[in-house]
C-alpha cells in the first residue's frame, strides 16, 4: 500500500515524560511535514523536512525535536511531556512544490495525564 | 505571515440543499488553494483544489472558486448527502525555500440532516 503511516495510532503517557512518534512515507515525496491538531480541531503546521533538511520550524517549544534519517522518514521526539501537549499530530508528505497537496498518516492521539 | 481565516465554523443544511464555505488568505503570494474533508477520528483528505491560474474548477457535486484580486475562495457542495457531514478545511499555499507551507483555515464543522 502506497501511504504515509504514523506510529503508534494512540499513546498515553504521564507528564514529565518522553516519548517519540515515528512516521514513514512510501511516496516517493520529498518533504515531510508534522502538524497538530487541537482540541478545536485546528491545524497547526510545526515542522517540515525537504530531503532531510529543516525548512521549517514553527514557534514550537523546543521539547519538540523532529529527526529525519533518511527523506522518507521523520520521526518527533518529545521530552517533559506537559498537559497542553495532548492533541493529535499528524504526519505528512508532499513532493517539494508549493502547489502539491499533503498526503496525511492516520495521525496519532496523544495523551498527557 | 500567512494567515487563512474560514467561514462559517458550523454549518447546517437539509439534506438535498447546497452548502458553501468561504475562506479568505493574507499573502497575495499564495498560488495554491486544496480544501479537505476530515470525517470523525479520521485523517485530512483531499477533495479538490485550485491553482492560482484557474478561476473555477467542479468535480461533480463540488466546486471551487478563486478570487484572486480580493483574495477569497470558495467551496460549493450542491445536492448534500449525509455522507457529507465531516469537518472541512480550506488551505492556502505558500513558498518557503522552495517548498510549500500549507495554512489552513479554521474549519467547518458540516452537518447534513435527511
Known amino acids: 500500500d502506497t501511504a504515509v503511516s504514523q506510529t503508534p495510532k494512540y499513546l498515553v503517557t504521564q507528564m514529565g515524560n518522553d516519548k517519540s512518534i515515528k512516521c514513514e512515507q512510501n511516496l516517493g515525496h520529498d518533504t515531510m511535514y508534522w502538524y497538530k491538531q487541537d482540541s478545536k480541531k485546528f491545524l497547526k503546521i510545526m515542522f517540515s523536512?525537504?530531503?532531510?533538511?529543516?525548512?521549517i520550524n514553527e514557534t514550537v517549544p523546543n521539547r519538540f525535536s523532529p529527526k529525519s534519517p533518511d527523506k522518507a522518514h521523520l520521526n518527533l521526539h518529545i521530552n517533559s511531556l506537559e498537559l497542553g501537549d495532548s492533541a493529535v499530530y499528524f504526519c505528512?508528505?508532499?513532493?517539494?512544490?508549493?502547489?502539491?497537496?499533503?498526503?496525511f498518516g492516520n495521525g496519532t492521539r496523544l495523551t498527557v495525564t | 505571515g500567512e494567515n487563512v481565516e474560514q467561514h462559517p465554523s458550523t454549518l447546517s443544511v437539509q439534506e438535498g440543499d447546497s452548502a458553501v464555505i468561504k475562506c479568505t488568505y493574507s499573502d497575495s503570494a499564495s498560488n495554491y488553494f486544496p480544501w479537505y474533508k476530515q470525517e470523525l477520528g479520521k485523517r485530512p483528505q483531499l477533495i479538490i483544489d485550485i491553482r492560482s491560474n484557474v478561476g473555477e474548477k467542479k468535480d461533480q457535486r463540488i466546486a471551487v472558486t478563486l478570487n484572486k484580486t480580493a483574495k477569497h475562495f470558495s467551496l460549493h457542495i450542491t445536492e448534500t448527502q449525509p455522507e457529507d457531514s465531516a469537518v472541512y478545511f480550506c488551505a492556502a499555499s505558500t513558498l518557503v525555500s522552495n517548498t510549500g507551507k500549507l495554512i489552513f483555515g479554521q474549519g467547518t464543522t458540516l452537518q447534513v440532516k435527511p
Open positions: 505528512a508528505s508532499s513532493p517539494t512544490r508549493a502547489d502539491s497537496p499533503l498526503h
Open positions: 523536512y525537504n530531503n532531510k533538511e529543516l525548512i
